[in-house]
């Protein structure tokens, strides 16, 4: 009888949408034999209406914090009362008519355990099969092509559901596979086969195995990932780093690793249990760990560093690799060419990667959207982002007010990231790379277009966004957008842009006053001359600069940013004369910081009284880093300060 019952209509919001949460929800009814339904509304909600004896629901609306899928994350769970409507069953419906727009797109997930397991036992039909996923994991971000996230919306339309599959997505008994758009096993899903630099397939029986074997032999091999190409190859054979070095021209710039396991990890890193965590969460992201003493790993994989950046596979076709190879750990880095970004295609990567690598492991599900791994650190024991992209995009961030309007904002120059915004959420783009090279910025410009669409913002109704630096290529794009939409397009100074960010990510209200410090490289100043060191006094709507560091020269401009000497001779200039820096110099054989010598040198001097001049401090360490003899030259982005670290890390006086 209806007067025993009692109802619930719950809504709950965060990423619980394309990871198995109403098939879990309805499991869970099931458990408790409560009516009612559940179905997946806008906003990324989740809305449940619950039946039945009090003890029971209550009793099933704790449980679902408790036993909610693992690749879930529930940002708030509201339940109201509500009036019983008799319900006889419990049913999974349709979704809301407007849950496409404001839906959260699920990021991509690393394999889950029981996949994994499935995977390792001979006697499951997903026998080493490299694309076993399930509710829990697998590829969402990357395969999507737009919203809502249902399998003929995804690349994984190309392959229709075998029978035994099809069995599983329609039971909902199966914990894992019932109404999961991605699943696929070795008879209806994705194949993957060895190749030639040219591209001609290479017939063997066990394609991974079979490039291990050309791993532990030395060879170098591009692999078709999850979001992209990786480069694989011996990370404890000197001769072998180097050859990939000189291939890829990168002369210093430190490769990422992946370890089969945490126990394959620990012999390379120390590895605390909060790193353990992060290495083993579904986003499974490349985590900078201090290497240990007697690691075996070349000296060439992060020449002058303390860290190794190391992660764990993140898909059977990984964990497969690894398993078949002698150290059960690999290089594995971005597979691109110097500059360009990641391959996510059989044909960029022939023409781009033969020259790089030996041998191509390639499969043939399609990658929609480009996702880089991760980077991540822990500052003062806090999680550090270095690069958000693969596992945690395109979750949104909640801001702590609404907006007014729809925003669409291009980022800055150096290793960009786009960005949306409505209401109270913004949504971040993958990592996009450095918008001065052409890909990159139409890579950027092909993001925002696609995330414009999934949430329905009008570019001519939205305001747009952009770095004030009047030569930023992403600036350049986003006036285009401005002229072509009739748009409002707002310049934002880039270090004002560094604070507002931590406010935001603090969840600081929308009247908050703080004195914020930004910190950085380079950006273009309210006075025409390059900032890195500011002290504002800042809100949301506006800033007051109330302090700097002391301007210097940038003698050469650019230059002076890849080559430091420049730099400590610009602030040596300050109280030395021409002589005596030149002497100070080649007393502590630092004059090999310039190409040509001294009458480079000679040149610098004439350079001070012309050059831009920075308040940066990134500047500064650079300088300290040359005069330290730590670093001669800037090979990639933040060098001198970086090493200048790894070596103040087991510093000592120096007289």
């Known amino acids: 009888m209806l007067s025993n019952r009692i109802a619930r209509k719950i809504f709950i919001s965060g990423i619980v949408q394309g990871v198995g949460f109403r098939p879990f929800i309805y499991r869970l009814a099931k458990k408790f034999k409560l009516k009612g339904y559940v179905r997946n509304l806008g906003g990324s ?11 029971l629901v209550e009793e099933f609306i704790r449980s679902i914090n408790i036993e909610k899928p693992r690749a879930a994350k529930i940002e708030s769970l509201v339940v109201e009362e509500a009036a019983p409507i008799g319900a006889n069953d419990f049913v999974i419906l349709k979704s809301d008519k407007k849950a496409k727009l404001y839906s959260m797109i699920p990021p991509d997930f690393g394999v889950c355990e029981y996949c994994l397991s499935e995977v390792l036992d001979p006697n499951s039909r997903h026998y080493r099969y490299p694309f076993n996923s399930c509710a829990w994991c697998g590829p969402r971000f990357s395969i999507i092509e737009k919203l809502p996230y249902d399998r003929e919306n995804t690349s994984m339309r190309d392959f229709p559901l075998c029978e035994d599959c099809m069995r599983e997505y329609t039971d909902p008994t199966n914990i894992r596979r019932f109404h999961i758009q991605g699943i696929s096993c070795p008879k209806c899903g994705p194949k993957v086969w060895l190749a030639t630099t040219d591209g001609e397939k290479i017939e063997v029986d066990d394609p991974i195995t079979e490039a291990a074997k050309l791993v ?17 190859a011996l990370a404890t054979d000197d001769d072998v780093v180097l050859k990939l070095r000189k291939r890829k021209r990168r002369r210093y710039k430190p490769f990422a690793l992946m370890a089969l396991d945490i126990e ?3 012999q390379i890193v120390e590895i605390d249990s909060k790193a353990r965590e992060i290495l083993e969460s579904p986003e499974k992201p490349i985590v900078l760990l201090p290497e240990k003493d007697d690691s075996s790993v070349s000296k060439y994989v992060a020449p002058g560093l303390d ?11 990984h964990y497969l690799l690894l398993k078949d190879t002698r150290d059960r750990f690999l290089i594995m880095t971005s597979g691109n060419k110097k500059g360009k970004p990641m391959c996510t295609d059989e044909q960029c990567a022939i023409t781009r990667l033969s020259g790089i690598v030996d041998f191509f492991l390639f499969h043939n599900r399609r990658i929609i959207n480009r996702v880089d791994d991760s980077v991540v650190r822990f500052t003062d024991g806090e999680l550090t982002f ?29 290793q960009n990231v786009g960005a949306v915004g409505f209401d109270d959420k913004v949504v971040l783009t993958q990592f996009i790379g450095d918008t001065d090279e052409i890909e990159n910025l139409d890579y950027l410009n092909r993001a925002l277009k696609f995330f414009s669409s999934v949430y329905e913002i009008d570019p001519g109704e939205a305001i747009l966004v952009a770095d004030k630096h009047p030569r930023y290529a992403s600036r350049l794009l986003a006036e285009k957008w401005a002229h072509q939409y009739k748009s409002k397009l707002v310049h934002i100074q880039h270090h004002y842009a560094h604070v507002v960010s931590v406010l935001a990510e603090k969840k600081f209200p ?15 100043g309210d006075d025409g001359q390059i900032w890195g060191g500011e002290i504002f006094v800042a809100s949301y709507k506006e800033y007051i600069r109330v302090g700097h560091l002391e301007y210097h020269y940038m003698p050469g401009g650019d230059l002076a940013v890849i080559y430091p000497i420049r730099m400590v001779i610009s602030i040596l200039s300050k109280f030395m004369e021409e002589e005596e820096i030149i002497q100070f110099l080649k007393k502590r054989n630092l004059i090999k910081g310039l190409r040509k010598g001294v009458p480079e040198l000679k040149i610098v001097f004439k350079q001070l009284a ?30 001198p300060a970086i090493k200048l670290e790894a070596v103040a890390k087991n510093g000592r006086l120096i007289s």
């Open 610 to 639: 012309t050059a831009p001049r920075t308040s940066s401090l990134g500047r500064v360490l650079d300088a300290a880093s040359h005069l330290l003899n730590i670093c001669y030259e800037r090979t990639y982005e933040g060098e």
């Open 45 to 55: 909600e989740v809305e449940v209406l619950i039946e039945g004896p009090k003890i």
């Open 216 to 232: 532990d032999e030395g060879y170098i091999i591009a692999v078709k990932g999850l979001g992209g190409f990786h480069i694989a």
């Open 264 to 266: 394959v990890a620990q």
């Open 386 to 414: 270095l690069r958000r992209s693969r596992g945690y995009a395109p979750v949104w961030i909640r801001l702590p007010f609404k907006l007014n309007k729809k925003i669409i904002a291009f980022g800055a120059e150096l």
């Open 510 to 524: 929308l009247d908050s006053k703080v004195v914020g410090i930004a910190i950085d490289g380079l950006g273009y």
């Open 307 to 317: 860290k190794q950046g190391i992660m764990l596979p993140y898909t059977p076709l």
